[in-house]
């Protein structure tokens, strides 16, 4: 499994380049999932239904399964921030890509996506995790920089650069215990 993460400020364009980012790694054969950080509580059944019924009535986990789709909802006996390290062991074996979107921070490598309308600070030069930056074409970075900056606004060329690069995403789940 390959794991990267785009890292930026809210309106940068994280969302937009996951989205192109999906089906031109899928294009290539490859299998994609993707992991977003949510600041915020996260309710994604609506209350009454049977699901949130057995989550309310004290469930650890309720696992709801269509001919579609598997939805696993876990709830936490001790809120707290998880690592991202403990979220991605619950990807299936399987997948070829992880996207993350979120824990900018964290001691993965990453894509910084800016934008200077956006941008109020760059993380490339203190951030050794970063390894490209992904940029509208127009724009110009305000430090200079010898990691490779990205189109933005293509998201073809960004996973093709990730496919080329993907030896640096290799992820050793190991390796951050």
């Known amino acids: 499994m390959k794991v990267v993460v785009l890292a930026g400020n809210s309106g940068s364009g994280k969302t937009t380049l996951i989205e192109g980012l999906i089906p031109a790694l899928r294009s290539r054969g490859l299998r994609v999932s993707v992991l977003k950080h949510a600041h915020h509580g996260l309710e994604v059944d609506p209350p ?3 699901s949130w ?12 399964v269509s001919p579609e789709r598997l939805v696993l909802q876990r709830t936490f006996e001790q809120p707290g ?16 890509w992880v996207l993350v979107e ?7 490598h990453k894509i910084e996506v800016w934008r200077a309308s956006t941008a109020t600070a760059v993380r490339y ?5 970063v390894a490209a930056i992904a940029l509208p074409a127009e724009d110009r970075l305000p430090q200079d920089t010898l990691r490779p900056q990205l189109d933005l606004g293509d ?8 496919v080329d690069n993907g030896e640096r995403f290799d992820y050793n789940p190991e390796a951050y215990r």
Do not use: M, Q
Request: no cysteine.
């Open 53 to 64: 019924r057995h989550r309310e009535a004290g469930a650890y986990e309720v696992l709801a």
């Open 155 to 162: 998201a073809d060329a960004v996973a093709a650069w990730l």
């Open 48 to 50: 009454g239904k049977d």
């Open 125 to 129: 030069p203190d951030d050794p995790f």
């Open 81 to 96: 921030e998880r690592s991202v390290h403990d979220v991605l062991t619950a990807f299936h074996p399987g997948v070829d």
């Open 102 to 108: 979120g824990w900018r921070d964290s001691n993965l």
